[in-house]
Nanobody, 126 residues
Framework: VPRLEESGGGAVQAGGSLRLSCAHV?????????MGWFRQAPGKEREGVAR????????YYSNSVKGRFTISQNGAEDTTYLQMERLQPEDTAVYYC??????????????????WGQGTQVIVSS
């Protein structure tokens, strides 16, 4: 069964960094040509934060994380990363890795997601 498995979440102080990893398990290339990350903070709606169009290595970010977060993949294209820098308390959320089937540049669109990971918690303290 194809799935996405996140890891790397944890607790960090404001100004710190974390790198989240997302392993693509039993997926096909046509499923993972566009990868992304969402997050959901307590009491808030789920928010798309980053997308990677794999074949052309084009990235897209929400305004809330642009310049601080970087989405990338390893050479084998079987793991997607989210490098998070200068973290702030408002970045506290559960972060979900996703595979997207179209409109890769629509960072906040959930309708085009075909596969969700189980989520990993990030806590940023002030």
């Amino acid at each position: 069964v194809p799935r996405l498995e996140e890891s790397g979440g944890g607790a960090v102080q404001a100004g710190g960094s974390l790198r989240l990893s997302c392993a693509h398990v039993d997926t096909r290339d046509e499923t993972t040509f566009c990868m992304g990350w969402f997050r959901q903070a307590p009491g808030k709606e789920r928010e798309g934060v980053a997308r990677l169009y794999v074949n052309v290595r084009t990235t897209y970010y929400s305004n809330s994380v642009k310049g601080r977060f970087t989405i990338s993949q390893n050479g084998a294209e079987d793991t997607t990363y989210l490098q998070m820098e200068r973290l702030q308390p408002e970045d506290t959320a559960v972060y979900y890795c996703v595979a997207v089937k179209y409109n890769c540049d629509h960072v906040n669109d959930q309708d085009n997601v075909v596969l969700w990971g189980q989520g990993t918690q990030v806590i940023v303290s002030s």
